[in-house]
């Protein structure tokens, strides 16, 4: 192909190469050329291996124009830059020299931007990331729009990786080694306001200047003589980068790496390392470096078990596209609780006019406290405008009256979990008004959908919609399909989910529905093993060195002890034989040791230290009349967690979820089981199903018949 003229516009430029996933290029009169990442109609650009020999080529060609003034790169049109890698290369990579090599490639192909003897500059408005961020990383000068999707970062830790393109070598030299391994090490992603505060881009423009703005930065240089700006370290930035002082910002690093579950993920470790030879060894070696990092890192089970929930999410994302989805504007939300004030916070920050309904005026008042306080939160760390917060406050009303129902489309409770009192109030909804194309939901933890939709004119609308506490942190949502509920319900319901930054999972209307159905034998359990002998703290310590984010004692005391009780009596009357309650629930709702919610029960009101509760725990322990056992740690193991892969088994073949994968999203978003396997399925196939199935058969033969094993485990050990 011949290379770019001058005076080409954009409806004339061609592909820098032919194909499908190219870059663009364009070559006005003045001498300044405009590389756009993509064709005009696609929606999300990613970094393929032909985009890649795109950009190379035209790259190449622009290198070869006499003419040349300075190159614009930007998106294939408004709201896109480049969301990084495709991450399907990413999962193919097989071993740790294809990986090298992929790094290799890719930063040679956008080093030829500093090779350019012309100015280079981003023009960025929508998803930088990952690959996107390092290619902007390499231009001279970075420009972006204040455009509410802009987005700029480094996000591959997140995928078990590290940013191999150049990114842990350009971003620590220019921002400093304490900025850099912040935003590398946490994978954050960064506003526009945050990142123009950070350094990362040198100019915040309106979208509709951000050519112009790109282009008065070219003429700026040109008329300097100069390819780039002076850049230079200042203040603590030089000093904890360039001098001895580093040690300090390496050691605070690695302390918190060392931490938590921080410390099962080795990517951000080897990122750490890399951003330090960013200003120990030569450009080349810190650059070699961080290929080989790369190819090391891609080919862990934790990259592949990261990779593997990415795409878990995106499928879970998918679920809201049903052609009769619709999106929700105006929702009523009846109980002020915790829960229901959460999710009314949510709804009203997602755009959602909102009013939460509560017979009492005392919960409706904290919970507008409760939503300010996590806005004025965001407002420090600089998340969030001022005139945003306020509009988020607007939409949510709070009342003791439920008004006039006319123009609600989404009527939502989240009172006690009483079947009788959700029948009424739902029956009260339609007998005041609310349309009929209105969706009915329920945020039920345990009962039947199917039921409370049965005596109620188009049930095919009742649906329920499953939030974990507390709604705003937690990511997964279940959607659970009563007998009657209609397609549209439960994908309207999928679109809500997604629109809050949730991830659903769709399940059947069955006791406990997926994640507490899987939780009950696990928590039981870990009772069962206290009143045994073995300490809370060797309990939680096990699950967490396991990986999970909570130790099933201290989790007990976050749910609460009543609410344990409440839904263990349910599974009990669904699963007699298998999910018997332990004596400890009932016993310690008696005595009111609830948990945290009345200042202490497994552990003390700060989560830390004993609580109230190890009282009842050594009175049942002497009731049981036998000597105290402490369990090993591998049989803490198998105890809770080989019941826990069975129990996920059972709900697939009993169709609670259709697929392995809804088993791997929803206990990795739904009880924490560590993200880092991949999923419970994929983390079991790793163990060895027959190890499992051997090790429940012996605990089930020493006389507890609650470990036996399903036919399903014994069909796919076998198999």
Not at 484 to 496: I, P
Not at 646 to 674: K, N, S
Request: aromatic share 4%; hydrophobic share 45%; glycine share 10%.
């Amino acid at each position: 192909m011949s290379t770019v003229q001058p005076g080409r516009t954009a409806a004339s430029s061609q592909p820098a190469t032919q194909g499908d996933k190219v870059v663009r290029l364009e070559l006005d009169a003045q001498g300044i050329a405009t590389l756009r990442l993509g064709a005009a109609d696609e929606a999300v650009v990613t970094l393929t291996k032909a985009r890649l020999d795109s950009l190379e080529q035209a790259l190449q060609q622009l290198a070869a124009e006499p003419k040349l003034r300075g190159v614009v790169i930007t998106g294939p049109g408004p709201g896109m830059f480049c969301a990084g890698a495709d991450i399907g290369l990413i999962q193919d990579v097989a071993t740790s020299a294809e990986g090298r090599a992929a790094a290799e490639r890719g930063r040679t192909v956008f080093a030829r931007c500093r090779q350019l003897k012309v100015p280079v500059v981003a023009a960025i408005e929508g998803p930088c990331l990952g690959g996107g961020c390092e290619l902007a990383l390499f231009c001279d000068v970075r420009v972006a729009s204040d455009h509410g999707s802009t987005q700029i970062g480094l996000p591959e830790v997140k995928l078990g990786i590290l940013p191999g393109f150049g990114g842990t070598q350009n971003l620590a030299r220019l921002l400093g080694l304490p900025k850099a391994l912040d935003l590398i090490l946490n994978g954050k992603l960064l506003r526009g306001k945050a990142a123009r505060k950070q350094g990362l881009i040198d100019r915040l423009v309106p979208s509709e200047k951000l050519l112009r703005a790109a282009r008065e930065e070219i003429e700026r240089l040109v008329t300097a003589r100069r390819k780039a700006p002076p850049r230079r370290l200042r203040g603590a930035a030089f000093w904890l980068s360039r001098t001895p002082l580093r040690a300090l910002a390496v050691r605070a690093a690695g302390k918190a790496l060392a931490q938590g579950q921080a410390r099962f993920y080795p990517a951000p470790r080897l990122a750490l390392q890399c951003c330090v030879q960013a200003f120990t060894d030569s450009h080349d070696r810190g650059f070699a470096a961080e290929a080989q990092a790369l190819g090391e890192l891609i080919v862990t089970p934790v990259s592949k078990g990261l990779v593997h929930l990415f795409f878990l999410t995106e499928r879970s994302k998918r679920l809201g596209k049903h052609e009769h989805a619709r999106d929700l504007q105006r929702a009523l939300v009846v109980g002020g609780g915790v829960m229901g004030a959460g999710i009314a916070g949510q709804l009203a920050e997602k755009g959602l006019r909102t009013r939460l309904c509560d017979v009492d005026l005392a919960p409706l008042q904290k919970a507008k406290a409760r939503l300010q306080q996590e806005l004025d939160k965001r407002l420090r760390r600089g998340h969030l405008e001022r005139h945003d917060a306020q509009a988020i406050q607007d939409r949510l009303a709070v009342a003791t009256d439920w008004g006039s129902l006319h123009d609600t489309d989404l009527w939502l409770e989240a009172v006690v979990e009483d079947l009788g009192v959700k029948q009424k109030l739902m029956a009260q909804a339609i007998a005041r008004g609310l349309p009929d194309t209105a969706i009915l939901a329920t945020n039920t933890s345990s009962l039947s959908v199917t039921a409370m939709a049965q005596a109620l004119p188009n049930p095919a609308r009742v649906v329920g919609i499953h939030f974990f506490n507390p709604p705003e942190k937690m990511p997964l949502v279940e959607v659970i399909r009563g007998r009657d509920t209609s397609d549209a319900a439960v994908a309207t319901a999928c679109r809500l989910a997604v629109r809050l930054g949730k991830f659903p999972v769709v399940t059947a209307d069955a006791p406990g529905f997926l994640v507490n159905r899987c939780l009950s034998p696990y928590l039981n359990e870990a009772a069962r093993l206290l009143l045994e002998g073995t300490s809370a703290e060797a309990i939680d310590a096990a699950m967490l060195d396991f990986g999970m984010p909570m130790g099933p004692c201290r989790l007990l005391d976050e749910v609460g002890f009543d609410v344990a009780a409440k839904v263990s009596a349910v599974m009990q009357a669904a699963f007699p034989q298998r999910m018997v309650p332990c004596d400890l629930f009932a016993a310690m709702a008696k005595e009111r040791h609830l948990g945290q919610k009345t200042g202490g029960g497994i552990y003390g009101k700060d989560g830390t230290g004993p609580g109230p509760g190890r009282a009842v725990v050594e009175r049942l322990r002497q009731q049981r009349g036998t000597p105290a056992r402490p369990a090993s740690r591998a049989e803490l193991v198998q105890r809770l967690v080989y019941p826990l892969v069975d129990e996920a088994y059972r709900c697939l073949d009993d169709g609670i979820v259709q697929d392995e994968r809804d088993l791997d999203l929803g206990l990795v978003m739904g009880i924490g089981f560590p993200p880092f396997t991949g999923g419970i399925t994929r983390w079991a196939q790793r163990e060895g199903l027959s190890t499992i199935l051997m090790a429940l058969d012996t605990l089930a033969r020493s006389g507890a018949e609650r470990f036996s094993p399903s036919d399903g485990l014994r069909r796919r050990a076998s198999t």
